[in-house]
């Protein structure tokens, strides 16, 4: 019992972490309709900011005051430049491309964190007095206490400035009704400026003076703003004191957890404590808040109406398939291996950024699992494969229905949650999903469980087939055509999609749900049905990705790599094949990035930042994404030469009369 | 016989009671108006019937009980309306927003559809387009439209159902004189084919010019009920439209 106790109050140091980066959260989205994940990252650059200044990382020592000053300078700089340059231009844009642009600060700063850090966890000194003190018999560290109340004390200050002064009027009328606050005269952009300083300062310190008690790293930090949406959503995104309290809660009961997890009677993975509790249990809050509080977040009344990517009808879909097929064919056998290889990495990318756009370019919900669903067939492949003996292909067909049920009961489950919610739900269900089934030995582990290779009929289709490329290495160009025949079977599909009834009613869900009901669709049905397309699709690659490598490891299908890639698929275009391509090409291992390492040195790391600065880049500029760019340009250049008008008028610029 | 029966609906929301036993039957090839002032729930009324919120009493579409189905039920049993915002499907063109209600893919017209067969033009769509005069537009896309266009269109949708009673929520507003009395006339000819119309508006030349019956609400309730001369004269209504002191014929101190 007094083990419990002793844990519980460990856990208050974590726990004001997570109440710190809610807080933050709670008031970015009060001020500007922006539920920022970047929050925890904000933490993470003041933490490193302020270990690199007490050790002497950049040639020179201050004081652990000043650093700590410092520290906060760099917070307040990140909060400015993440107004300015991300959320003030997105003010009109719709909910989930304002969640997107936050997404694109928080892989820019973990991507700059890597850059000058590196990828060493750090420890921080600390500032809190470092005395323990007596409590029932149990010695404790004091700061936890010091943190708790500290974090108590900052929501009530909080609180009091949004109660009582001017500007905490401004706020909670313009998250009221944007619209009427801008008429009053008030500046929606002022308003959301201050806001986003204040969250920034307030992450920023907990960063700090959190930073001794959790390691200082850019994979951890940033991620707990995960918790920190759990303890929001207590909150309904409106009430600091609830978020706080959550928060520390929250922080509290991981480290209980944690103690019981030791304990001889909880069930182990093979001898070791069960991986991914703390995950599993954000999760189960998550549901937990959703279903106490609905699914719904409080709405704004916001000035501009806000419209999703376009989906256009393709016009033709066989001719440029089977150009692509061609030229990649001819790629898969006269390219040197290490480019065969990007090739097949960047078609299996498109593969998966095809599931993004059936579910978030065609049914406008953010799903993050599905790159947890690759992941879940792969691993199933594997024990196919490998413990019962199934052969190809029924292995690899298993494995994607066992994934796509998965997902479909996923879908199920998530029907009365939509856009932002599940985007956000999602996220803490995938890093559960990452972390305890992944990182579970019976089930995958870190290091990673063997995937046979292809046979078929006695031939191996896989990369290590005897027949190769005209450099005669690994990988077989086989394998590449196997993957290829899929990826235009899935692209093709995917675009056909879009002139079906199905896509229609998919469309149709996507602008306007009530609407669609009262014109005969039924809705859950939809929803379901572009689940279980999606899961599929995500689900091919993982099997795809399996046979690849030879292997699955939980590396390759982590929470934050999901992010990365919807990042991508932003940034190629969400709502068109062509748009997946694009991404396909960007993602990880791919030949856009192997061809920047290969002939510039350029590393994947800057790959990242260059993918967060491109991400926001295009939510402003361009969201339609790099597909969308190159249709307008063409319909432009048709309708200017009527020789080539093939029936079609291009809506874009047609005179509309009535 | 009615088609569309609906019998003692209510709706409260809280304690404020938006619908109180409001009862109402349309006939086939029959025009009915709903009007009342604003506020009085004639788009809570559509919502109920069409099941868009939760209500108490009876539905029924030709003699068939709706009550307690969801929306997109009674959509394909032939139960159509539009919007008075014209909640129109904004990534679609306007022939495809036509195709949602036209066409309601079975599962093996889906699979049909999937591996490449293409589904036959329904007739539907260009019909219902042309009832409305919106051939032009078939392949603009919804969000480049008018408001007046987008009401059009609305109808359109509804009507490309070839629904058994279409409500329509305020279609004329947004439309010029003019534009309302074309609409009217296309309305007319369009319940003289057969379709029950339920029809909600402010305008009351076109309400009281096509409608063969008037239904009057009132803070929820039924006032008055009849042809339109009737109801004209009705004091609840003249008294309800104008205010308390039209019926005694001296004017309103302001």
């Given at each position: 019992m007094e083990q419990i106790l002793l844990f519980a109050v460990l856990g208050l140091g974590q726990g004001a972490l997570i109440a710190g980066i809610a807080l933050g959260v709670v008031v970015t989205y009060r001020g500007s309709g922006i539920i920022n994940l970047s929050t925890g990252a904000v933490a993470m650059a003041s933490a490193y900011a302020f270990w690199s200044l007490t050790t002497g990382f950049f040639g020179f020592t201050l004081p652990v005051g000043p650093a700590a000053a410092g520290a906060l300078v760099v917070a307040l700089a990140v909060g400015v430049l993440t107004e300015v340059a991300v959320f003030r231009p997105l003010r009109t844009s719709s909910p989930l491309a304002k969640l997107a642009g936050s997404l694109g600060v928080l892989l820019t700063m973990q991507a700059g964190v890597l850059l000058i850090f590196g990828t060493q966890p750090q420890q921080a000194p600390s500032i809190l007095p470092a005395d323990t003190i007596t409590f029932l018999g149990l010695t404790i560290p004091s700061d936890r206490f010091v943190l708790t109340g500290l974090v108590a004390a900052i929501a009530l200050a909080l609180g009091a400035v949004y109660r009582w002064s001017r500007f905490g009027l401004a706020t909670r009328a313009a998250s009221e009704n944007e619209q009427a606050a801008l008429l009053a005269g008030l500046s929606p952009n002022g308003v959301s400026l201050a806001n986003t300083l204040l969250a920034a300062l307030v992450a920023g310190l907990l960063g700090v003076l959190a930073a001794p008690i959790v390691q200082v790293d850019s994979i951890t930090l940033p991620l707990q703003v995960v918790p920190a949406l759990a303890a929001a959503l207590f909150a309904g995104f409106t009430s600091l004191g609830v978020a706080c309290t959550a928060g520390v809660l929250i922080g509290v009961s991981q480290s209980i957890l944690y103690y019981l997890s030791t304990q001889s009677w909880f069930p182990t993975d093979n001898g070791n404590a069960m991986p991914g509790l703390q995950q599993l249990l954000v999760f189960a809050l998550m549901v937990v808040a959703l279903y106490v509080r609905g699914a719904g977040l409080p709405r704004r009344g916001e000035a501009v109406e806000q419209r999703l990517p376009a989906v256009p009808l393709p016009d033709r879909l066989l001719r440029p398939a089977l150009v692509a097929a061609a030229v990649a064919v001819v790629a898969l056998i006269v390219l040197p291996f290490d480019f065969r290889q990007a090739l097949t990495n960047s078609m299996i990318g498109m593969v998966i950024v095809l599931s993004y756009v059936v579910i978030t370019g065609y049914v406008g919900q953010i799903s993050?699992?599905?790159?947890?669903?690759?992941?879940?067939a792969g691993f199933v492949l594997s024990h196919l494969a490998v413990r019962w003996g199934v052969p190809f292909p029924f292995s690899a067909l298993g494995a994607v229905l066992v994934a796509t049920l998965l997902g479909v009961a996923a879908g199920v489950s998530a029907l009365r949650v939509r856009g932002v919610s599940l985007a956000v739900v999602t996220l803490a269900a995938a890093l559960a999903v990452e972390q305890a089934l992944?990182?579970?030995?019976?089930?995958?582990?870190?290091?990673?469980?063997?995937?046979?290779?292809?046979?078929?009929?006695?031939?191996?289709?896989?990369?290590?087939?005897d027949f190769r490329g005209l450099d005669g290495n690994e990988p077989s160009p086989l394998f590449g055509f196997l993957v290829l025949a899929v990826t235009v079977a899935l692209g093709l599909y995917v675009a056909h999609l879009r002139r079906t009834g199905l896509g229609r009613q998919m469309l149709a869900v996507r602008s306007n749900e009530r609407a669609a009901a009262a014109a005969g669709i039924d809705v859950r049905a939809v929803k379901i049905t572009a689940f279980a397309i999606s899961s599929f699709i995500a689900s091919a690659a993982g099997t795809l990705y399996g046979y690849n490598f030879g292997s699955v490891s939980a590396a390759r299908f982590t929470a934050l790599a999901a992010l990365g890639l919807i990042g991508f698929a932003y940034i190629g275009g969400i709502t068109r094949v062509?748009?997946?391509?694009?991404?396909?090409?960007m993602s990880t291992g791919a030949l856009l990035p192997h061809a920047l390492e290969k002939w510039f040195g350029i590393k994947g790391t800057w790959a990242l930042l260059f993918g967060g600065v491109s991400l926001v880049v295009t939510l402003i500029a361009n969201p339609d994404g790099i597909a969308g760019a190159a249709h307008r340009r063409k319909t432009a250049k048709k309708a200017k030469s009527p020789e080539v008008f093939r029936g079609f008028t291009p809506v874009e610029v047609k005179e509309v009369t009535s | 016989m009615s088609v569309l029966s609906v019998q003692s609906v209510s709706v409260s929301y809280g304690g404020v009671h938006a619908l109180s036993d409001v009862s109402l039957e349309v006939r086939a090839g029959q025009l009915v108006g709903l009007i009342g002032p604003n506020g009085a729930g004639k788009t809570t009324f559509v919502d109920a019937v069409t099941g868009l919120v939760p209500a108490r009493g009876r539905v029924e579409l030709d003699g068939r009980d709706l009550t307690g189905r969801p929306p997109h039920t009674r959509a394909r049993r032939g139960l159509a309306r539009t919007f008075q915002s014209s909640e129109l499907f904004d990534d679609l063109t306007v022939s495809e927003n036509l195709l949602v209600t036209a066409d309601r893919p079975s599962w093996w017209t889906a699979l049909g559809e999937t591996l490449g067969r293409r589904t036959p033009a329904n007739p539907a769509v260009a019909e219902a387009l042309a009832v409305l005069g919106l051939q032009d537009l078939a392949d603009a896309s919804a969000h480049e439209l008018s408001q007046g266009q987008r009401k059009l269109v609305g109808v359109a949708r509804a009507l490309a159902a070839r629904p058994l009673v279409i409500c329509l929520d305020e279609p004329a507003a947004g439309l010029d004189t003019a534009e309302s009395a074309e609409l009217g006339r296309r309305l007319r000819a369009v319940a003289d084919a057969g379709t029950a119309l339920l029809?909600?508006?402010?305008?009351?030349?076109?309400?009281?010019?096509?409608?063969d019956h008037v239904v009057v609400l009132e803070f929820g309730r039924v006032i008055a009920s009849g042809p339109p001369a009737r109801v004209r004269t009705d004091p609840a209504v003249i008294a309800a439209y104008l205010g308390a002191s039209a019926t005694t014929g001296t004017p309103e101190t302001p």
């Open positions: 993050v699992m599905q790159l947890a669903l690759s992941g879940t992944f990182n579970n030995t019976s089930f995958g582990g870190t290091a990673g469980v063997t995937v046979p290779p292809p046979t078929l009929f006695g031939i191996d289709l896989g990369p290590k087939a062509s748009g997946a391509l694009a991404a396909g090409l | 029809l909600i508006d402010h305008d009351m030349s076109l309400v009281m010019g096509i409608c």
